[in-house]
């Protein structure tokens, strides 16, 4: 489509407009196309079909037939007047054109299925009452065929009619409705055949295509709005062919101006909003520079903020700290509460003990061995019970200092294992993603506080860590001694580049002392010949001198001197065809020293161009 409204119409000048546009006026009507020229339907309501097609078929029938009184009248009014037949091939056909070959791929198989189905899915939306299948559609009857052709004809029509013989209003009515090929009456009486069948099919084809792009057409008249620039245009170049083809130039300019006025008003208010727009982008960015631009008291607010941020991060270790803390005391109060929980047992059974003493003791009788006995059982037990105490606070101050160098253990375990994380970080083994990690096994280091062995402290199998560790040893060492072998290749190749430059750049200069002696011997050559060719040319001049004076010497001498002027004539021709081919081989011979000069300065240049390029690659790496 043609954008109208993105800029203004150009308007050409009245004469260039004239000079460039002619009516149809001056054409026979023999030249125009054979299809405008056709009659009525044979049924009913032929030219309502007319109408319905006439977007379709792509030229205005209307028009045509407008402008075809006043070709005959013109015609009538100059009789003398040639035609010219080869006028407006793009639009009309003469009479004795040949007919057109259908470029369509009748022979494909999977060109005439997709046909049967465009078909099928036309006539099934618009209530075709017979049975429809691709089987039926492979190898039709002349019945089926006349059944289709008038359904599609009535989709146009809906009071058209065959008449007498189908077989001759089917070719009729296709070349009124603009069918751009040629249906044959004798293919209509072997519909089935193979040989036939395709370009019928391909004719209802063209026909449905023609109605959905008719409704779409419709449909499209209603959004306007939305390419109204192009429509309006388009409404324009129609209005202005259809008085074209009639011949009304004057009608013709009024609707060339009236669009123009239009559409330098829209294009005048485009430009209005394009500008006032402009301006509102204008103050918009403005605006937007002084809203990002940077301001101290931002700065300080950033500067706060990332202060903030690390103390964030700051409080959120030690909260992790303090969890992991929190954890072990929690575990130490349950082996506490598992403790005391022992201890009130015990404490239990020595009072039901004592209570069964107390009871023993009261029940039995006094006796005074008895009774020294028993206080020497309880010094005992009492001394025994001093001992414990002093036991037991010993252990509960060993237990106290190995809380402590527990404490100091897991702290530096924890150290180490957040070294060996980024070691292994490094060495790309976690994540992981990374580029040593495996999924057998993970080498991310973790602690479990829980633990009760040191071999389930931490989550990894240091043996694997060693092992892998080894082999990206290995990789590197490799890697090492490949990168030492690379860069003792490049050292000698440096060496050999330099070589090579040196002796490129003694070449060099030897053929540029060589070119300078050639252009030397070249300049003093062509300084020779032209001293010769100017000492030809200076006898050249006498001899014509003495030609002239011999012309005008008397008629008795007058053989002798055509004589003598044919003498000097072969003898400056040959002198002359001589300087020439020797001038001409000097040339060649200086040309061809030059053009190999060039051609070897070339050679050099690039050799030395490509021992630059590999000097700076290597010295790069």
């Keep these: 489509e043609v954008d109208t409204a993105s800029r203004p119409v150009s308007l050409e000048p009245r004469q260039m407009r004239a000079a460039r546009r002619k009516t149809l006026s001056g054409v026979d009507a023999s030249q125009l196309n054979a299809r405008a020229q056709t009659g009525v339907l044979p049924g009913a309501g032929g030219e309502e079909m007319q109408m319905a097609l006439g977007k379709s078929a792509g030229v205005h029938a209307g028009a045509a037939a407008a402008s075809r009184p006043q070709s005959r009248a013109h015609q009538h009014q100059h009789p003398s007047k040639p035609s010219n037949p080869q006028r407006r091939h793009s639009v009309y056909l003469s009479n004795g054109q040949a007919p057109r070959v259908d470029p369509r791929p009748l022979g494909d198989k999977a060109y005439i299925n997709s046909c049967v189905r465009q078909l099928i899915s036309f006539l099934s939306s618009r209530g075709f009452d017979a049975a429809l299948s691709p089987k039926t559609l492979a190898a039709p ?169 690390r103390g964030v991060q700051k409080y959120e270790e030690d909260a992790g700290a303090m969890r992991r803390c929190i954890e072990i005391a929690e575990g130490h109060a349950a082996q506490a509460r598992q403790s005391a929980h022992l201890c009130e047992e015990r404490f239990q059974a020595s009072n039901k003990e004592a209570v069964d003493l107390r009871h023993r003791v009261s029940t039995q009788p006094v006796d005074v061995a008895a009774a020294n006995f028993t206080d020497k059982e309880i010094q005992k037990q009492r001394d025994a019970m001093t001992l414990l105490k002093s036991r037991r606070s010993d252990v509960e101050s060993r237990a106290c200092a190995s809380e402590v160098e527990a404490e100091h253990a897991l702290a530096q375990l924890e150290t180490n294992v957040k070294r060996y994380n980024d070691v292994a970080r490094q060495l790309q083994l976690i994540p992981h993603t990374a580029k040593y990690a495996t999924n057998a096994s993970t080498f991310e280091a973790a602690i479990n506080p829980r633990a009760h062995t040191e071999q389930t402290m931490v989550n990894v199998d240091f043996k694997n860590v060693r092992s892998m560790v080894k082999k990206i040893h290995e990789v590197h060492t490799q890697h090492k001694w490949s990168s030492e072998r690379e860069h003792v290749n490049l050292d000698q190749s440096l060496q050999t580049c330099q070589d090579t430059l040196t002796e490129r750049c003694d070449e060099a200069n030897g053929l540029a002392s060589k070119a300078t002696r050639c252009e030397t011997s070249y300049d003093s050559e062509r300084k020779r010949l032209e001293g010769v060719l100017s000492h030809i040319m200076k006898e050249l001049a006498e001899v014509e001198k003495d030609v002239t004076a011999v012309r005008q010497s008397p008629e008795a001498s007058g053989s002798d001197n055509e004589t003598a002027l044919y003498t000097c004539q072969v003898d400056h021709d040959a002198c002359l065809t001589l300087c020439g081919e020797e001038r001409l081989a000097v040339q060649n011979m200086m040309l061809a020293a030059l053009d190999a000069l060039m051609g070897h300065k070339q050679q050099v240049q690039d050799a030395l161009d490509a021992s630059s390029s590999k000097l700076t690659e290597v010295s790069i790496e």
């Design 141 to 309: 009857t002349a019945k089926e065929f006349a059944a289709l052709s008038l359904f599609l004809f009535r989709q146009a029509d809906a009071n058209f009619k065959f008449g007498s013989k189908t077989e001759d209003d089917v070719p009729t009515v296709f070349k009124q409705l603009r069918y751009p090929f040629q249906i044959s009456k004798s293919a209509l009486y072997a519909v089935g055949s193979p040989h036939t069948w395709p370009s019928l099919l391909a004719a209802l084809t063209w026909m449905v295509q023609m109605f959905i792009y008719e409704e779409e057409a419709g449909r499209n008249e209603a959004k306007v709005m939305c390419a109204e620039p192009a429509v309006s245009f388009f409404k324009y170049v129609s209005a202005a062919y259809r008085h074209f083809l009639a011949g009304d130039d004057a009608r013709c300019d009024a609707v060339e101006r009236e669009f123009s006025s239009v559409r330098c008003q829209k294009s005048a208010h485009v430009t209005a909003s394009t500008l006032r727009l402009e301006q509102e982008n204008a103050e918009l960015d403005a605006l937007w520079t002084s809203l990002t631009q940077e301001t101290p008291q931002r700065a300080a607010l950033h500067n706060e903020k990332d202060a903030f941020v």
